[in-house]
């Protein structure tokens, strides 16, 4: 197909817009708060699991490792098939089916049959990570390599826009609930924020139903029968390939470490602020809404600052803020939102930031139209264990400490780490523009 098609560029950022919903109503502020104040409310805040207790926020971190690590599992070989049979399509569509029912099924989820609603979330962020693989696979069929960081960042842009807009209908569902005939919410009365989940999978798919129209439905090869091992032969080939592409090496070992903080905080930042700092539900979702905000300018400054100074030079300044950032956040105090809100500010400055960078950047260093779907399931395959082992941790701390600021320094190492590895990648591909 033709590159640079505007229509099909425009649909594929759409989905950014379309699933970026879930990352934050549904992993960063709705839910994990919603989850934090019901399981308390129903005497949840140990949960008995297999026949151990657990502090609950330490399931919640359990609960996204073992999300993670069943994607691990499941996508490689999809994506082999997809590749042999040019069908990511499909796949894609399948995932955005099994997250958007997850996500519109936690409007079940009351806090008590808690089971139940780490079930859903399961099923939601597996779909929501499934379908980025196929997703991020169509950047390098679409596009040609000059395109890269600046649709990568309008992807994410977009995906910040949408979900914040349907973050502020969240947010208003809870706080003026009378305006939609809603009961107010009460410890027994949750009705507002489960509506709220249930909008977040409607949106999800509903807007998804765009770039799956418009993106192509049959690429690379075609017509090649796949075996149900094919995806690990794939994945393994790609394995040995990147072995011999120091650069690809580089830079997939910095973007593991950092990896492990930035998602890690994504996905935690809700239940620090409220159970660490004692901050209040309506701040904390106002808060992860400014950081939103930032972050549209953030995914275009990184985009800018990689035109002028390379891609290199964008992730080692993103990272060290983010070590900053971590720093700043040890030493916060409780019940003090100012500081919490001056660290969001700084925060959404490279949390979209270095995301779009690092999709960018391995669409650059990646060969051509080879196997593209085989080449980010192995990209996704390293985010993912990221998230696994970070998440892990996180929850592995928390529980045996009973602090989160302990696990605030093993995020700090990460990026520290990060910015160790990629300070060795040379390559006259992420060379700023002349």
Excluded at 335 to 351: D, E, R, S, Y
Excluded at 410 to 425: E, K, N, T
Aim: charged content about 15%.
């Amino acid at each position: 197909m033709q590159k640079n098609d505007k229509s099909v560029l425009t649909a594929w950022a759409m989905y950014d817009w379309a699933n970026s919903v879930y990352s934050l109503s549904i992993s960063s502020a709705i839910f994990p708060l919603f989850y934090e104040i019901y399981t308390k409310h129903y005497n949840h805040e140990t949960m008995q699991i297999f026949g151990h207790s657990f502090k609950n926020t330490a399931v919640y971190s359990y609960t996204l490792s073992f999300a993670f690590l069943l994607n691990v599992i499941l996508v490689p070989f999809l994506s082999g098939i997809a590749d042999s049979r040019g069908n990511k399509k499909s796949f894609m569509r399948f995932f955005i089916l099994l997250g958007s029912m997850g996500c519109s099924s936690l409007f079940w989820f009351n806090g008590d049959n808690y089971m139940f609603g780490l079930a859903c979330f399961l099923l939601a962020t597996i779909g929501f990570a499934g379908s980025l693989v196929f997703y991020n696979a169509y950047l390098p069929e679409i596009a040609t390599p000059d395109r890269f960081d600046k649709l990568s960042a309008r992807g994410f842009t977009m995906g910040y826009i949408g979900s914040i807009i349907l973050l502020v209908l969240n947010l208003l569902f809870i706080q003026k609930s009378s305006w939609f005939g809603l009961p107010e919410p009460t410890g027994d009365n949750s009705l507002a924020f489960r509506v709220g989940f249930l909008t977040v999978g409607i949106w999800w798919f509903g807007w998804s139903i765009w770039p799956l129209l418009k993106l192509p439905g049959k690429t690379n090869k075609v017509g090649e029968k796949s075996k149900i091992w094919q995806g690990y032969k794939e994945l393994k080939l790609v394995f040995k390939e990147v072995l011999t592409m120091k650069p690809v090496l580089i830079f997939l070992g910095s973007f593991f470490m950092y990896t492990m903080g930035v998602q890690t905080v994504i996905y935690v930042a809700a239940l620090f602020g409220k159970n660490e700092l004692q901050l209040e539900s309506s701040d904390l979702i106002k808060t992860i809404l400014l950081i939103q905000l930032i972050g549209i300018a953030g995914a275009y400054f990184f985009a800018w600052l990689a035109d002028k100074q390379g891609n290199k030079r964008g992730i080692i300044v993103a990272l060290s803020i983010w070590a900053v950032s971590c720093l700043l956040a040890y030493f916060l105090e409780p019940k003090h939102p100012n500081q919490f809100f001056g660290l969001a500010c700084l925060i959404g400055t490279v949390m979209g930031g270095i995301q779009s960078l690092s999709r960018a950047t391995y669409a650059k260093l990646i060969p051509g139209d080879k196997d593209n779907a085989s080449f980010f399931s192995f990209y996704e395959v390293t985010e993912k264990l990221a998230i696994v082992i970070g998440t892990f941790a996180w929850g592995l701390i928390d529980d045996l400490t009973g602090s989160m600021r302990n696990s605030i320094v093993m995020l700090m190492v990460f990026f520290i780490a990060g910015i160790v590895i990629i300070s060795f990648l040379k390559s006259d591909k992420l060379k700023p523009k002349e």
